[in-house]
């Protein structure tokens, strides 16, 4: 049981890029899957995950208009496209079963203590 993500890359300031996250072993609509990022010498932080209280998905701030989640159920896949893409940006994007939460603030908690291979993101400025 495994999940990676993939399509990261080297992306100007401004530019786009799509994650795919897929997974091995099991089925990936079966869960609310969210997406992570740990930057060098950061924290890892949640990016986007899914709100159960009103069944949307949640998006942090500093993506908010940017990021968007998006599933093909067919491919087994979730997809994140971040377009407008600033170097603060640049880090290891990861996808795993998350939730909004609320401690201090809202953030996504991951659901299961286990993390796939990350896809490294560069934006140059």
């Known amino acids: 049981v495994q999940l990676q993500a993939s399509g990261g890359g080297l992306v100007q300031r401004g530019g786009s890029l799509r994650l795919s996250c897929t997974a091995s072993?099991?089925?990936?609509?079966?869960?609310?899957i969210g997406w992570f990022r740990q930057a060098p010498g950061k924290e890892r932080e949640g990016v986007s995950c899914?709100?159960?209280?009103?069944?949307?998905?949640y998006y942090a701030d500093f993506v908010k208009g940017r990021f968007t989640v998006s599933r093909d159920n067919a491919k087994n896949t979730v997809y994140l496209q971040m377009n407008s893409l600033e170097p603060e940006d640049s880090a290891v994007y990861y996808c795993?079963?998350?939730?909004?939460?609320?401690?201090?603030?809202?953030?996504?908690?991951?659901?299961?203590?286990?993390w796939g291979q990350g896809t490294l993101v560069t934006v140059s400025s």
């Open positions: 899914f709100s159960t209280s009103d069944s949307t998905t």
């Open positions: 795993a079963p998350a939730l909004k939460s609320f401690y201090g603030g809202y953030y996504c908690r991951p659901t299961w203590n286990r």
């Open positions: 072993g099991f089925t990936l609509n079966s869960y609310h």
